[in-house]
């Protein structure tokens, strides 16, 4: 979501509260981890930066437990700062997707972003530390967004890290740079294991919203099972973190059966994959919506 108009809310809208997204947003990437750990000082000081434009009354960071180092360092950073008593560092569970923007907001402060609208719809803008560490750059130093910190893993590395790379950069110059074996090689997931996606070619480059990137083996990462039959079990309904009914979602997409899919909220969806892990018919459950969602999108602009 562009970050100028996170920046920019209408004049009508009261900006309250002022969210740091400091959760990992799923498993397998470390990026936001290091960045905290390395640039602490940087991710305060681009806080600083989106609070004097914004000017909310208080300011959340919300990280996972599981990243005790990071919270170390963001502290240490806050004891400097001159913020310090309405920056708020909060530590919650580490339960996959909390590391969406909604369910983010959800947990910290326990109001839900309604259907349709936005964050700043309820006084609420949330930002993302690489994001906060890219405005202190291109404030302070004039720097432009010219790389991203990006997580390189899966079994077939011979060496797994992060590393500052420059956006454009072609993703085979990362594998053989960390030494990516061929012949374990199954498949190359750009992003994580649940929301992530297959890249057909290893010559495409490195861009703003690479956060990951999977030198997954066969084992890890083996190729899905057939598709079978819907069996009504719910398990989809359970676990889906937006709380919609992602079973009935799936008949109006096979239908084409768009109106009715809309009713139901698929908008809402944000493609977390949990619906898709948990199905016991191998459904995949988020490509469906996927296409669903572009399809509504091509009628509106026909119309």
Not at 96 to 111: A, D, F, M, R, V
Not at 153 to 172: C, K, M, S, W
Not at 208 to 219: E, L, Q, T
Request: aromatic share 4%; net charge negative; charged share 20%.
């Amino acid at each position: 979501f562009p970050t100028a108009v996170k920046l920019n809310p209408s004049e009508e809208l009261l900006i309250d509260t002022l969210i740091l997204n400091a959760a990992e947003c799923e498993p397998y990437i470390t990026a936001d981890d290091m960045l905290m750990r390395e640039r602490a000082e940087e991710v305060i000081q681009g806080l600083h930066i989106i609070a004097q434009i914004l000017q909310p009354s208080h300011c959340l960071i919300g990280i996972e437990n599981n990243k005790p180092e990071a919270f170390d360092a963001l502290h240490q950073a806050l004891e400097s700062s001159h913020l310090k008593d309405k920056i708020h560092l909060i530590s919650i569970p580490t339960k996959y997707p909390s590391g969406g923007e909604k369910q983010l907001i959800q947990i910290l402060t326990g109001t839900e972003v309604p259907n349709g609208g936005l964050p700043a719809d309820i006084g609420i803008v949330c930002h993302n530390v690489g994001t906060a560490v890219a405005i202190y750059r291109a404030v302070t130093k004039g720097e432009p967004l010219i790389s991203r910190v990006t997580t390189i893993t899966g079994e077939a590395a011979a060496r797994q890290g992060n590393i500052d790379v420059l956006i454009g950069t072609p993703i085979e110059t990362l594998l053989n740079h960390f030494g990516v074996q061929q012949d374990l090689l199954h498949r190359v997931v750009m992003g994580g294991p649940m929301m992530g996606f297959t890249l057909d070619s290893v010559q495409l480059p490195i861009v703003k919203a690479s956060n990951c990137i999977i030198a997954a083996s066969r084992d890890e990462l083996p190729d899905p099972a057939p598709e079978q039959a819907c069996i009504r079990c719910g398990m989809c309904a359970e676990v889906c973190p937006a709380t919609l009914l992602p079973q009935q979602l799936y008949w109006f997409s096979k239908a084409k059966e768009f109106d009715k899919a809309l009713s139901h909220n698929l908008l809402d969806c944000i493609e977390c994959g949990a619906c898709s892990y948990v199905c016991p018919s191998n459904i995949p459950l988020v490509q469906y919506y996927r296409f669903t969602k572009g399809e509504i999108r091509i009628e509106e602009h026909e119309r």
